[in-house]
DNA sequence: TCAGGAGATAG
DNA sequence: CTATCTC
């Protein structure tokens, strides 16, 4: 009911702020007392000796326009997926464009804005190999999405403090959690941005007193993530945003507090008074429903997660949820950087007005099973793997998806007919039933067949 | 979740 | 298969 971080008014204005670190319990300093060990790359160091990146490519889409069309440049631009503006880049947000608004309030938002179609997701899905590709030469690599990537750097770290490459400077900004953060968007939470800074305590990079241990790791951390990010301009020519901290939550709360084109480092001792204001939705792994369920038990902050004992928690979450939720409020995250490979599943999907009418669902079909047919003759080819599976999911209007699976078929584009047959037959044909309105084909599980790579 | 489109993972 | 979460 109350308190939810998305209403108006004074009161929440200071709430979004997020800034008082009247941390109510809990010490300030978890992280470096933290004995936990991980496994992985870096199996057997404690969490506080790792150095992790998170990079977060900016208006990925927008910029990927931008590096194809050069004439896009300097111009506020959307990317569009039907009525959507799905991205745009900064110079539209700076006229009240966000990320997800409709195209037609965005157009009021911003009159001259340029807008270019994302429905062809291939450009991106090239771009974010590209970027894979130039970040993993810095340590173990995990891709999350098209443009974000976390990358453990402790063993660069390590080797360059062995052979003495250090500048004794920290690059980009190092977070204070005095200074506060809030976030830009109301309905996203997760967009953290830092508050305008007190010159007293902030730091912008720079020299200072020698650093060692742990502050002396972050520190090559950031020169890390300054010749990444600068390596990523320059070649595939994308600006990008980096977190450097002692795990892959830290890293990733405070990469985008300088977006756009800058990055950030929190030093371990400032952790747990960084966490302890934000809202629990600001954390990756919290959704909607988590939220939800929280705010019933009257938790809204990461500070108010903490006071909680585990073993409610986990009555209101289940165990696993609860486990991680109630390490990570406390800024510990023992998760190791994996590296994924190549994705599991590809899937084509399609969303239309409401429709009972056949013709349209076939015609539908008849562009998305070619389509995932090419994408997985792709796959075959780059890494000889096939697909056992075909999963249809379909959703009628105001209904929930549901979706059945059957072995991969000769003609895709039928199965699908057949499926929206089933699906119809077993429906009651009364009048002002919702109708279907978006139907999705995936082929999974992708495994490597016999004899193939080499 | 008001939307679009893709992917992962838990139960 | 469904629910939840992520970008
Ligand atoms: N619900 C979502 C979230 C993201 N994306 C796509 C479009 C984005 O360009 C890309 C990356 O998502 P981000 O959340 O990182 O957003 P951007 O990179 O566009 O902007 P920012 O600079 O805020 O990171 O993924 C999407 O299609 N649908």
Known sequence: ????????????????????????CGSSDEILNNTATTTGPTKGLPDARRVIIHFDVDAFYAQVEEVRDHSLRHKPLGITQKYLVVTCNYLAREA?????????????????????????LTPYREASKLIYGALKIYGPAEKLGMDEVYVDVTREVQMRIDRGAMDN???????????????????????????????????????????????????????????????LARCPGFRSSAGV??????????GGLHKPDDQTCLPADEASAFIAPLPVRAMAGVGYKTERQLQDAQITTVDQLRCLPLDQLSKLL?????????????????RPVEEKGPPQSISVEDSFKACSCFSKVETVLRVLAPDLLRRLVQDKEEFGRRATTLRVTWRHQGAKRASCS????????????????????????????????SVDLRAVPLISSRGAHR
């Open 245 to 254: 901290a002692h795990n892959k939550l830290l890293a990733k709360l405070v």
């Open 169 to 231: 400077c920290w690059h980009g900004h190092v977070h204070c959690a005095r200074n506060g953060v809030t976030s830009d968007n109301i309905h996203r939470p997760m967009d953290l941005r830092a508050s305008a800074a007190d010159p007293a305590v902030s730091q912008t990079g720079g020299a200072g007193a020698v650093e060692t241990g742990c502050r002396l790791r972050l520190q090559v951390g950031t020169a890390i993530a300054r010749e990444a990010r600068a390596a």
């Open 96 to 120: 009240g464009v966000t990320k997800l608004m409709a195209i037609s309030e965005a157009k009021k938002k911003c009159p001259h804005l340029i807008l270019v179609s994302g429905e062809d």
């Open 1 to 24: 009911m109350t308190s939810q971080i998305s209403k108006k008014g004074l009161e929440d204005f200071r709430r979004r702020q997020f800034a008082g670190p009247n941390v109510v």
């Open 406 to 437: 059957s072995p991969m078929p000769q003609e895709v584009a039928l199965q699908g007919m057949a499926v929206a047959h089933k699906v119809q037959a077993e429906r009651p044909h009364a009048a002002g039933l919702p109708e279907m309105c």
């Open 318 to 334: 289940g165990a696993r949820v609860a486990q991680f939720l109630s390490e990570a409020a406390r800024g510990r995250d023992a």
